[in-house]
């Protein structure tokens, strides 16, 4: 994709020229470079929020991981487990070359993966809003400094940051990056279906045991977060110039280096990363490039593949939905291209206006609501073209009910989320999985 996406000069607003602006355009030429091989791969990153009991009490990070290395080792490896800094798992199983072939994988991790919590007595919610807790009453449950760095930074820009790094799960769904203009239009159509699969799939109307008043309360908190790094507004999206785009995006991002014992750390609050790099010092150097682009989190992420990030953990039982969804318009060409003539461009403000909406409204916005149901249908159409073997039926299936039941009720799962905080089984964990 790289080579197809440099029909502008692909250069970043400060430090061009210098050592370390030459490396971050290098850097993230590598981010959008498709893999020799492409074929269509899907991938998925489930997180989920740990409690014991009733009422839920936080589950540590460490108790989790210790539950289930006894009473299922291999599984660590198999699902590729991993943590969030609130103690949240999360499971990255390997991608497969289809979406039949990752559900099959995720039926089977999950399903070992509640049965070994289980035996310790810890439920995992499925819920992209924690429902019970503040984030005091979780804490930082990972010590690396990456975190704390983190930490300190966005608690400069206000309280969203540490609400989103412990408090929040997502369902991350990532694809192959398909090389020439294949590439470019998914780049494009992943960012500009963003506020409407978000609006149609939350499924954070709950925190601190009461509803929020927002649909989905995970997106308000990225929203909030550090807006340099977050490009809600569509900055760091360019079909004609993807490197460029990207790479002025993350030159315009706030620094937020780590010490390494090498020089005083940058002030985060103040300086970008393209001006850090135009001041001429031994720093920022390759590593210091390579940590800038893992701290920039919009709402689809190059990563030499596209990690989706906007979704909401959604119910388990409804899990195959959203990741059909994305996957089949992402991934089958005709889907996409239909897509793209669907949805109106937007320019800067009206995505942030659509993203706004997305968060405050959901589905119960018209525009919003309109286009998810193109969307939906237009994937609905690919799911029944494809093979037997490359979505599963009760998967396409599933996604129908999800539409009957909520899309064209202008409903979503937030709402059943606060029905369900305000009657018998608020405290239940087993509820909300």
């Given at each position: 994709?790289?080579?197809?996406?440099?029909?502008?000069?692909?250069?970043?607003?400060?430090?061009?020229?210098?050592?370390?602006?030459?490396?971050?355009?290098?850097?993230?030429?590598?981010?959008?470079?498709?893999p020799r091989a492409a074929g269509g791969r899907i991938g998925v990153e489930v997180e989920l929020i740990c409690v014991s009991g009733r009422p839920p009490l936080p589950v540590a990070a460490a108790r989790t991981r210790a539950a289930i290395a006894a009473a299922d080792p291999a599984l660590l490896a198999d699902a590729r487990v991993s943590f969030e800094p609130g103690g949240q798992v999360e499971l990255s199983p390997?991608?497969?070359?289809?979406?039949?072939?990752?559900?099959?994988?995720?039926?089977?991790?999950?399903?070992?993966?509640?049965?070994?919590?289980?035996?310790?007595?810890?439920?995992?919610?499925?819920?992209?809003?924690?429902?019970?807790?503040?984030?005091?009453?979780?804490?930082?449950?990972?010590?690396?400094?990456?975190?704390?760095?983190?930490?300190?930074?966005?608690?400069?820009?206000?309280?969203?940051?540490?609400?989103?790094?412990?408090?929040?799960?997502?369902?991350?769904?990532?694809?192959?990056?398909?090389?020439?203009?294949?590439?470019?239009?998914?780049?494009?159509?992943?960012?500009?279906?963003?506020?409407?699969?978000?609006?149609?799939?939350?499924?954070?109307?709950?925190?601190?045991?009461?509803?929020?008043?927002?649909?989905?309360?995970?997106?308000?908190?990225?929203?909030?977060?550090?807006?340099?790094?977050?490009?809600?507004?569509?900055?760091?999206?360019?079909?004609?110039?993807?490197?460029?785009?990207?790479?002025?995006?993350?030159?315009?991002?706030?620094?937020?280096?780590?010490?390494?014992?090498?020089?005083?750390?940058?002030?985060?609050?103040?300086?970008?990363?393209?001006?850090?790099?135009?001041?001429?010092?031994?720093?920022?150097?390759?590593?210091?490039?390579?940590?800038?682009?893992?701290?920039?989190?919009?709402?689809?992420?190059?990563?030499?593949?596209?990690?989706?990030?906007?979704?909401?953990?959604?119910?388990?039982?409804?899990?195959?939905?959203?990741?059909?969804?994305?996957?089949?318009?992402?991934?089958?060409?005709?889907?996409?291209?239909?897509?793209?003539?669907?949805?109106?461009?937007?320019?800067?403000?009206?995505?942030?206006?659509?993203?706004?909406?997305?968060?405050?409204?959901?589905?119960?916005?018209?525009?919003?609501?309109?286009?998810?149901?193109?969307?939906?249908?237009?994937?609905?159409?690919?799911?029944?073209?494809?093979?037997?073997?490359?979505?599963?039926?009760?998967?396409?299936?599933?996604?129908?009910?999800?539409?009957?039941?909520?899309?064209?009720?202008?409903?979503?799962?937030?709402?059943?989320?606060?029905?369900?905080?305000?009657?018998?089984?608020?405290?239940?964990?087993?509820?909300?999985?």
């Amino acid at each position: 994709m790289a080579a197809h996406a440099t029909r502008r000069r692909t250069a970043i607003p400060e430090g061009d020229g210098c050592p370390a602006a030459t490396d971050l355009l290098r850097q993230v030429g590598r981010l959008f470079a498709a893999p020799r091989a492409a074929g269509g791969r899907i991938g998925v990153e489930v997180e989920l929020i740990c409690v014991s009991g009733r009422p839920p009490l936080p589950v540590a990070a460490a108790r989790t991981r210790a539950a289930i290395a006894a009473a299922d080792p291999a599984l660590l490896a198999d699902a590729r487990v991993s943590f969030e800094p609130g103690g949240q798992v999360e499971l990255s199983p390997a991608p497969r070359p289809s979406a039949a072939a990752l559900l099959a994988d995720l039926d089977v991790l999950l399903a070992r993966l509640r049965a070994a919590l289980s035996a310790a007595g810890i439920v995992a919610v499925s819920a992209g809003m924690n429902p019970w807790h503040r984030a005091e009453q979780v804490g930082l449950q990972l010590d690396a400094e990456r975190y704390t760095v983190m930490q300190r930074h966005f608690d400069a820009v206000g309280t969203a940051g540490r609400e989103m790094m412990r408090l929040t799960a997502g369902l991350q769904v990532c694809v192959d990056l398909l090389p020439g203009a294949a590439g470019l239009e998914q780049w494009a159509l992943a960012g500009r279906m963003g506020p409407a699969l978000t609006a149609a799939f939350a499924n954070s109307g709950v925190g601190r045991g009461e509803a929020t008043g927002w649909s989905s309360t995970r997106s308000l908190l990225w929203q909030r977060l550090d807006a340099t790094r977050t490009g809600f507004d569509g900055s760091p999206v360019d079909p004609d110039d993807a490197v460029g785009a990207y790479s002025r995006f993350a030159a315009a991002a706030l620094a937020m280096p780590l010490d390494r014992g090498r020089n005083a750390p940058v002030s985060p609050a103040s300086t970008s990363f393209g001006a850090w790099a135009a001041a001429g010092a031994s720093r920022p150097d390759p590593a210091d490039v390579a940590h800038h682009l893992s701290t920039l989190f919009p709402p689809v992420r190059p990563r030499g593949y596209l990690e989706v990030r906007y979704l909401d953990a959604p119910p388990l039982a409804w899990l195959p939905a959203p990741l059909l969804a994305v996957s089949l318009l992402l991934g089958d060409a005709r889907a996409r291209r239909e897509a793209l003539c669907a949805l109106e461009p937007a320019d800067r403000g009206t995505l942030l206006a659509l993203w706004h909406a997305a968060a405050h409204q959901g589905i119960t916005n018209p525009w919003l609501r309109h286009e998810a149901r193109v969307l939906v249908d237009i994937a609905l159409a690919a799911a029944r073209r494809l093979p037997p073997d490359a979505a599963p039926p009760h998967a396409a299936a599933l996604l129908a009910r999800w539409r009957d039941s909520h899309l064209c009720t202008g409903r979503c799962w937030s709402d059943d989320q606060v029905e369900r905080i305000n009657g018998p089984d608020a405290e239940d964990p087993g509820a909300w999985t």
